[in-house]
């Protein structure tokens, strides 16, 4: 069977989809779409009947790419007030020979979840550490060995219900059931996921539109996180005062004009725009970078004193991704806070080269790799379907856990 699925991610400014193929290790993109946001605020959802729009747009597009309706997917939700618990669970072994298969992986998990509750926070994984079997041994992965018992040592992930609940009331009411929920910072660290880094501690910093999410990872585990409401908005917001011109205008120059670095800026390169008071004006690429610069280099100082307060341990790698991070120059700004040794994220998937998409593209790879520990197998498509996608692209557990809320989350 071949495994496919798409991934959700809704940002404050823009909500994106992406549908994948992993072949053996690699991830083959098979359609991508994006669409403006509308309802959500700081990286959380406050209206969600704005968000159907955007939701429904992303959907139809991938869906025309490859010829077949999108009924299922994993959806990215914001680290926000995340909470990290370490948590054990203990089975014991019943198969024929004691031999552990997927099932009893997922019972183990499932018990060491059920070991701890909470009425304000909502499971979002249990990311195991390690297994153990009865003489002791501890491994990664215990399927195919024999044992009487098996305990699982993992790190419980969950967050405040206002941070995923909107969104699956959304997708309940387009029709798409989603099959698994996890942090974005664990989309981002599966996208640049290699085994030195399984080994090390380090931390990942996606740099978005209205938050900039750091989060720690411990032998390529997720230990902890924090959200700062910071991000490329504030840079429009800057400059839109300065030069008393309209947001939508401020956001384009940032984006077409504007460097990361001022001194790598032409003060003969300049543009004219109108102001609010409908005036042209004359703003030169020196001026507008220098504002930049500054609101960048204060995001990254306020990343820089937060990593202390995330960990004690020592950090080996520095992480940066996100939309941000594609701005020109951004390398150069980035060196002056935290010197040459971090590293810039390079998305590398064919047809998705920004940084942007490395939550949604992580979590595919997440998710394939948490099917392959549970050895399930899966494809949010038929094998029915899985044929008749082949044929286009040569051409060219249980109800959902928003039952109870649904109806007030639309209507309230």
Request: one cysteine or more; a negative charge.
């Amino acid at each position: 069977m071949r495994k496919i699925m798409a991934c959700l991610d809704v940002g404050s400014d823009t909500v994106k989809l992406v549908v994948g193929e992993m072949v053996k290790k690699n991830l083959n993109i098979l359609a991508v779409a994006e669409a403006y946001s509308n309802g959500v605020k700081d990286g959380l959802v406050v209206d969600p009947n704005a968000l159907l729009e955007p939701l429904k747009n992303v959907i139809r597009k991938c869906e025309e790419v490859i010829g077949l309706q999108i009924h299922q997917m994993v959806v990215s939700v914001p680290a926000i007030d995340a909470s990290y618990t370490v948590v054990m669970g203990n089975i014991n072994i019943n198969n024929e020979g004691f031999l552990i298969d997927g099932k009893d992986v997922i019972h183990v998990i499932q018990k060491a979840v059920k070991s701890v509750r909470s009425e304000d926070l909502e499971y979002v994984s249990m990311i195991p550490t390690s297994f153990a079997l009865d003489d002791n041994r501890v491994v990664k992965d215990p399927k195919g060995l024999t044992s009487k018992t098996l305990s699982v040592r993992g790190v419980l992930v969950r967050a405040p219900k206002k941070n995923i609940y909107p969104i699956l009331a959304c997708l309940e009411k387009l029709g798409v059931d989603v099959v698994d929920i996890a942090l974005s910072s664990i989309g981002d660290y599966f996208e640049y996921k290699s085994k030195e880094y399984d080994k090390e501690v380090g931390v990942v910093i996606n740099l978005g539109e209205e938050t900039t999410t750091m989060a720690i990872f411990n032998k390529g585990v997720l230990t902890n996180s924090k959200v700062l409401n910071l991000g490329g908005k504030n840079i429009d917001n800057d400059i839109s005062f300065i030069y008393k011109i309209p947001l939508d205008t401020a956001k384009e120059l940032k984006e077409e004009f504007a460097l990361a670095n001022k001194n790598m800026a032409q003060v003969s390169d300049t543009v004219e725009v109108t102001d609010k008071s409908s005036r042209t004006i004359t703003i030169n690429q020196f001026e507008i970078s220098e504002v930049v610069m500054s609101r960048i280099l204060e995001i990254l100082n306020i990343a820089k004193k937060e990593i202390n307060s995330l960990t004690k341990k020592e950090i080996s790698y520095i992480i940066f991704t996100g939309g941000l991070t594609e701005f020109k120059d951004f390398n150069l700004t980035l060196q002056e806070v935290f010197g040459n040794e971090v590293i810039v994220g390079k998305v590398m998937e064919i047809g998705v080269r920004n940084n942007k998409y490395s939550s949604c593209l992580g979590l595919l790879k997440y998710y394939a790799y948490n099917a392959k520990l549970k050895d399930k197998d899966y494809s949010m498509f038929s094998i029915e379907e899985q044929q008749e996608l082949s044929g286009t692209i040569l051409m060219n557990e249980n109800d959902s856990i928003m039952g109870k809320l649904f109806g007030y989350i639309f209507n309230g």
